[in-house]
């Protein structure tokens, strides 16, 4: 039996345009906010009544990573070709 087979062009590939608003990063969990926070706790000595500061700081440590990483993300796919 034989086969044909017809040539195709194939297009370069193309850099995917990301939108202008940076994407939200993924949410850290609460269990791992509570982790921070407790370690945060730890930090200072285990003394009380800075709860809500130490849950907030873990709220921000942990989310930073994903915003610098969208970010990083966006502007490589803004550097022009060379």
């Known amino acids: 039996m034989e086969s044909t087979f017809e040539e195709v062009a194939i297009a370069p590939p193309r850099r995917r345009r ?3 608003e940076p994407v939200a990063p993924a949410t850290p969990t609460p269990e791992a906010i509570a982790a921070r926070a407790y370690e945060l706790f730890l930090e200072r000595g285990g003394a009380h009544g ?8 873990a709220e921000r440590e942990l989310a930073a990573p994903g915003i610098e ?14």
């Open 18 to 20: 990301l939108p202008a």
């Open 50 to 57: 800075a709860d809500v500061d130490d849950w907030l700081r």
């Open 69 to 82: 990483a969208a970010a990083l993300t966006r502007e490589f796919h803004e550097r022009p070709l060379s």
